[in-house]
């Protein structure tokens, strides 16, 4: 299937540990994000990558760091998670940083305990 | 910094009633606006693009319109029906390329 995938689809971990989230993409886009989607499904970007080079980097903590390997991949790590880290985590992405439409992924519902 | 806000937040409506969503901005200078749908613990699906050029686009039941220079996005959708039930967002990509979403509207149409 064409379409933008998460992996885990579920994580529950508790306090201090470290997890990623992976993403790929089998669009052909060449720009890639990540959002936080919080208790009250606000949507909040955090990173953007275009041709794996990072262009969007919202005020994010320093223990989240994405990584593109390469166009179709973005992936999500996290250090020493905090309970308010617990939120659904999105991927999405598009063909070009300015004006075509985003597709995303069916979310990552990241769990801290 | 872009702020996006939707009204109204929440939305009931009997099937069959035309409907009108409303999203505005405060900052013109955007690449695009979209209009996405989001099921209950799923993803967004993307419903309509406008470009910053545009003044509308139209899909099936649904057709967003863009006024960009007063900051407003409508989408209207026709004769609704109880699939159409979900959270509707709209995202302005504005400078910077950076993505804005509102806060959405919490749509029920009851048969």
């Known amino acids: 299937d064409t379409a933008v995938s998460q992996t885990p689809k579920y994580l529950v971990t508790q306090m201090g540990n470290d997890k990623s989230i992976k993403c790929e993409q089998n669009l052909g886009h060449d720009t890639m994000y990540w959002y936080k989607q919080d208790s009250k499904k606000f949507l909040k970007i955090m990173f953007s990558?275009?041709?794996?080079?990072?262009?969007i980097n919202e005020t994010v903590p320093n223990r989240f760091s994405p990584k593109s390997p390469d166009k179709a991949h973005l992936n999500l790590h996290i250090n020493s998670l905090e309970l308010g880290d617990s939120a659904v985590y999105f991927c999405?992405?598009?063909?070009?940083?300015?004006?075509?439409?985003?597709?995303f992924g069916p979310g990552t519902r990241l769990t801290v305990t | 910094k872009q702020e996006v806000t939707q009204i109204p937040a929440a939305l009931s409506v009997p099937e069959g009633e035309n409907l009108v969503l409303n999203c505005s901005f405060t900052d013109s200078a955007i690449y695009n606006l979209q209009w996405f749908r989001q099921d209950p613990g799923k993803g967004l699906t993307s419903l309509l693009l406008?470009?910053?050029?545009?003044r509308e686009q139209t899909s099936g039941r649904l057709n967003a319109s863009l006024d960009k220079s007063s900051g407003r996005s409508t989408l209207y959708i026709a004769a609704s029906q109880p699939g159409d039930s979900a959270t509707y967002l709209c995202a302005v990509k504005g400078g910077s390329y950076i993505p804005t979403f509102g806060r959405g509207t919490s749509l029920i149409v009851h048969p």
């Open positions: 999405a992405s598009s063909s070009g940083r300015s004006s075509y439409e985003q597709y």
């Open positions: 406008i470009q910053s050029s545009q």
């Open positions: 990558y275009n041709n794996k080079e990072l262009i």
